[in-house]
């Protein structure tokens, strides 16, 4: 099988992937005339980092040949797909002439398990490896790890690279025992918490070195991320937000990403025949912002009696109608912290209040200027200019303005008939459409 074929097999195998953000990577560079590529710059997948830097990735795997059987898995052991494995001199040379091309700035590497963990963690090691010391790569570098190898080959495989990531693919210990028999919830939880160590002590070593030699600066990944799999067992989104507030409160994850399960070619018969909608998937990324920039807490945002998150409307605006004795907020006098749970006030225009309100008070006419989505923040607020009754709208009435509007349903009662059977084998335009 020659390389091109290979590399259609394993990218596409590796889409299923959403991990492979960027964000608070170690800026590279080879502006001192040793080495090759960077991750600063504009660029096959594009990730971005906080201060807006796009990263172009090379995303695939080493092999989709695995020894597990995870059942929502394209490459498990029993799924009939086309197999094929690069060698790791092979994903080396790869990523140069992607690089060289100008097609990437970094690479995004996972694999299928081969053999066993620890052996195919070598091989994920050894191209990372090859490009740091052989070729001095100074490009970007996402490491996918095994959390059944051996804690020696993970912190290995953080020396060589930005960014590291084990997926906990399901939030509950029961899920993975069904639908991943080979996984371990509270071994991934183990090897999580050592890389947390690892680059807690890096970060460290570059704080007492900074302004100092900065090739030399703390050698490990400088964040760790995760990825779950939504949709394909009867979990709830309570569940997985408070898995997720676990992941970053105790183990300091960057990301943690959410994936609708996708419905694949000849599932197992414990998996769902249909897909979750997808708006579920964007409402959990909508609340874990919340989380981890507004300051809220997974038991505000679902509850025992309410587990799972409104699809109709986005979390915060859930969050603001059910607490309604809190609003109106007085903008010119309420703390960041409550201008934050305003729905339709993003931070940084929360923050630009703020900074606005020391000099003059903060008018409605001020709010369209910051591009404040007026229409969501009107019940919620008080303004220099604006003295809305407290509770002077229904909270039905609020959720019915936002949701989507009802639609009509299509009823099929007949089948349109073609004047002419023929187009059904010519090639005219209208054999295709009907074809």
């Not at 001199?89 to 060289?100: G, H, R």
């Not at 919340?290 to 309410?306: C, N, P, T």
């Not at 349903?409 to 084998?425: G, I, Q, R, S, Y």
Request: with cysteine; net charge positive.
């Amino acid at each position: 099988m020659n390389t091109q074929r290979k590399l259609e097999i394993l990218a596409d195998a590796a889409k299923y992937d959403a991990s492979c953000a960027s964000s608070g990577a170690q800026r590279r560079d080879s502006t001192s005339g040793t080495g090759v590529g960077s991750t600063g710059g504009a660029g096959i997948c594009h990730s971005y980092a906080p201060d807006g830097r796009c990263i172009s990735l090379l995303k695939v795997l080493l092999t989709n040949r695995c020894i597990y059987d995870c059942h929502y898995c394209i490459n498990r052991r029993s799924s009939n797909v086309q197999r094929a494995a690069f060698s790791a001199q092979e994903v080396v040379k790869l990523t140069l002439d992607f690089y060289k091309r100008n097609y990437i700035e970094g690479l995004f590497l996972s694999s299928g398990i081969i053999r066993n963990a620890d052996y195919t963690m070598e091989q994920v090691i050894e191209v990372a490896r090859s490009l740091r010391e052989d070729y001095d790569f100074h490009g970007y570098i996402h490491l996918k790890t095994i959390p059944e190898a051996s804690v020696e080959l993970i912190e290995k495989a953080g020396e060589f690279s930005d960014r590291i990531s084990i997926n906990i693919e399901l939030p509950d210990e029961e899920s993975l025992k069904t639908f991943a028999p080979e996984k371990n919830l509270p071994r991934t939880r183990k090897a999580m918490g050592k890389i947390r160590h690892k680059i807690e002590n890096a970060e460290e070593i570059r704080k007492e070195r900074k302004g100092r030699n900065k090739e030399k600066e703390g050698t490990f990944a400088t964040g760790q991320s995760t990825q779950v799999i939504v949709g394909a067992d009867d979990s709830t989104d309570q569940t997985f937000l408070r898995r997720s507030d676990d992941l970053y409160g105790n183990y300091k994850l960057r990301r943690v990403y959410y994936s609708a399960f996708s419905p694949i070619p000849e599932p197992s018969q414990i998996l769902p025949i249909k897909a979750p909608p997808l708006i579920r998937e964007h409402r959990l990324y909508q609340a874990d912002w919340l989380m981890r920039f507004y300051g809220f807490d997974a038991r505000e945002i679902v509850s025992d009696a309410q587990p799972n998150l409104d699809l109709d409307i986005d979390p915060k605006l859930s969050w603001a109608l059910r607490n309604r004795q809190i609003f109106p907020v007085d903008i010119n006098k309420a703390d960041l912290a409550l201008l934050y749970r305003v729905p339709g006030l993003g931070v940084r225009n929360a923050q630009r209040i703020v900074k606005i309100r020391r000099y003059s008070a903060v008018k409605l006419e001020d709010l369209i200027r910051l591009r404040v989505s007026v229409k969501k923040v009107l019940p919620f607020i008080i303004a220099a200019n604006h003295h809305p009754a407290k509770l002077e709208d229904a909270s039905e009435a609020i959720r019915a303005r936002f949701a989507p509007k009802p639609k009509q349903m299509e009823l099929n009662l007949f089948t349109p008939t073609v004047e002419n059977p023929a187009d059904h084998f010519t090639g005219s335009p209208l054999g295709k459409v009907m074809s």
